[in-house]
């Protein structure tokens, strides 16, 4: 062991990384600033039992766990959601108006590192709790086209409803094992093996075939007729319905060209409730960002608000950007033999909004022209 | 990432016979690629498309983090990487088989006689996942090659290996005692490039599934 070795699956950001991180917050918080959401800001570990009555005890292979001192079990924190909710349902029980929320926080999971995850990441997000209504669900996902589209990255969103695929699966006759095998082979993404596995099965045909399909469905509001043969079964038609109508409503966002309907988006089926939307650039092969309905989370916490939110893999938009090539600031040196009026003229070159520094070398101008030239970022 | 262009990772060795030919079929340019050069990447701009000639393992890798934006490789290599990437077509050739064996004299035995045991393997996830399910516990010693010599020279008392033919395994005095899963070659997909470069994917993908319908594609 080097006393220089840094833990594997976390990284340390250098100025001109951390200055593109600091960039892409700031510009992000200032919009959920003016779209009225309101930071919060939660402790980075929270008790075992609140992250398992949140979320169950799929994440526990993920987790950081320790102890505290009395024997508890701790947790860094593995998203920002429940720890949210947590404050919702014992700070804000009694709000009768919609609250928006915002996050900017370090995130732990135990993954196997590679490129684009580590064990230490940051994501920005938002939450809208208690407002269970379409145009919640379109708030949050212009927002989320807002804040990729103010960094001039190429971008789609991706929008489902998770209840075709749920009600689907639940009106299917099928036995709980073929589900949670459907289930395992959609979050696989192995199509080929759902092909096999629902050849083998006895079920009304039009399901089988939607059932294979729905991954791949993919395109503006049209591509629902392809779910016309099972509109009737119980569930569908609303989930199409809530899913036109959120289209629709981001027409009038005029974001309509950033949005595709995209029926292969099926994450977290135990979590999620309404509306699934994943954002995606052509410049990175992992989604820059994900959200959506969860209106059953704060049912656990014992205070039942709808709720809909997304969050943003900062390491992932900062990748997109420099795979892009990022653009970083001019800065001058100011120097010479006159300290007051080297001061001076700092000051009045940052009144300005650039970014001035002091010489403290007394360097020569032909030094400092010299150094200028060399500097990566001059 | 040009959204324009589509990158294809193929494998070299024995899967990539059949995939130029599919390739082929499609009608995408095919002339002067081959495994035996120097040249890992070949392009074809008028087309716009390029391949990257990779070694059958690095393929979910490239795939998966985008740098292809599809590719062809074996069931195996799949089931032993678990990566995140769509599974999209079931190409059919290429086939072989994931298979536990043991020494010829001990095939009568039950499986559980091999609890604690040692498993020499190239694909330690399938094999700890198999034993994981059966409820028994193994050490599992991983080999990057001629994993059937293992048993002999008492490195491990198990194996876990792909098998096309058998012969290997007898000319070892192994016997297969349980079957684990059968393997093709798989078309798979990049998640995000599947979904911005939709148009030319979409098409390609229904095609190949055609020409494995019609037959068309083989070894």
Partial sequence: MNNYEIVRGTKDFLPDEAALKRDFENRTVQTFLEWGYREVITPTFEYLEVIEGGAGNNLRQELFLLQDRDGRLLVLRPEMTIPIARIVSTKFRDTDEPLRLFYNANIFRHTMPQMGRYKEFYQLGVELIGAPGKRADAEVIALAAEILGQQELEFKISLNHIGIFTSLLAESGLNEQAKDSIKALVLKKDLVGMGELLSGLTMNPDFKRVLLELPVIHGGPEVLNRLEAIRKVPGVDQAIAELTKVYELLAIYGIQQDVVIDLGILRGFDYYTGIVFEGYSPQLGYPLLGGGRYDKLLDKFGCPQAATGFAVGIERVLLALQNRGAVLPQRWIVSGSDLRAVLKKARDLRAEGHIAEVDIQENSEKDVIAKLAGAKTG | ?219
Avoid: W
Wanted: hydrophobic share 40%; aromatic share 8%; proline share 5%.
């Fill in chain 2, 1 to 219: 990432m040009n959204p324009e262009q589509l990158t294809i990772a193929l494998p070299k060795g024995k899967l990539l016979g059949p995939t130029l030919q599919m390739l082929d079929h499609l009608d995408l340019p095919i002339r002067g690629v081959s495994d035996g050069k120097r040249s890992l990447v070949f392009d074809f701009p008028d087309q716009k498309v390029s391949y990257i000639m990779c070694r059958p393992t690095d393929v979910p890798t490239y795939v998966e983090h985008g740098a292809a934006d599809l590719g062809i490789v074996g069931k195996d290599i799949i089931l032993d990487q678990a990566k995140d990437v769509y599974e999209m077509v079931d190409l059919g050739f290429g086939y072989c088989r994931f298979i536990v064996a043991v020494p010829q004299e001990r095939v009568g035995q039950p499986l559980a006689d091999f609890n604690y045991q040692r498993v020499a393997t190239k694909f330690p996830h399938v094999a700890e996942e198999f034993f994981r399910e059966q409820g028994l516990q193994v050490e599992v010693i991983k080999l990057h090659g001629n994993i059937e010599l293992a048993p002999r020279v008492g490195l491990a008392e198990i194996i876990v290996d792909i098998v096309s033919t058998g012969k290997t395994l007898e000319e070892n005095f192994l016997k297969e005692k349980a079957n684990i899963a059968v393997c093709t070659a798989r078309v798979i997909v990049n998640r995000v490039s599947y979904r911005t470069k939709y148009s030319i994917i979409e098409p390609m993908i229904s095609k190949m599934s055609r020409l494995v319908a019609e037959g068309v594609v083989k070894e």
